[in-house]
């Protein structure tokens, strides 16, 4: 179970895997990861950057396919990601199986520049 919380706002999402997608705010170009749960911990499994710009060179090792490089990030296991909800950039999306949508849908009310919080629900 994937737990998201901002403020007040809370969901559970019965979910093992997710991909956390974002619009860069300047070069417009968007950035993926995939996460999955594992043990009490998020571990991501592969990074997308679907071209490049100042400032978002891919990481050294990253592969290009079909116009999107593709790299796996060298982070230990993460107990919670916190993101930044900004009413000056295109938000956060959330994809479970496929199908993408913002993820502030998932915390209905949540202030501008809330911190959004993702991490394992506890057991």
């Keep these: 179970m994937?737990?998201?919380a901002a403020g007040a706002a809370s969901a559970v999402l019965a979910?093992?895997?997710?991909?956390?997608?974002?619009?860069?705010?300047?070069e417009k170009v968007?950035?993926?990861?995939?996460?999955?749960?594992?043990g009490h911990a998020l571990v991501i499994t592969e990074?997308?950057?679907r071209g490049s710009g100042a400032g978002m060179e891919?990481?050294?090792g990253s592969v290009l396919k079909d116009g999107v490089w593709h790299y796996r990030p060298p982070l230990p296991p993460q107990t919670?990601?916190?993101l930044t909800h900004s009413?000056?950039?295109s938000g956060y999306e959330l994809c479970i199986e496929g199908?993408?949508?913002?993820?502030?849908?998932?915390?209905?009310?949540?202030?501008?520049?809330?911190?959004?919080?993702?991490?394992?629900?506890?057991p």
């Design 30 to 38: 968007r950035w993926e990861e995939d996460w999955r749960i594992e």
């Design 80 to 82: 919670m990601l916190r």
């Design 99 to 122: 199908r993408c949508g913002p993820l502030a849908d998932h915390l209905p009310g949540i202030d501008n520049n809330a911190v959004i919080e993702i991490g394992r629900c506890p």
């Design 15 to 26: 979910i093992n895997g997710f991909t956390l997608a974002w619009m860069h705010s300047i």
């Design 58 to 60: 891919p990481p050294a």
């Design 2 to 4: 994937l737990c998201l």
């Design 87 to 89: 009413p000056y950039t």
């Design 47 to 49: 990074a997308r950057i």
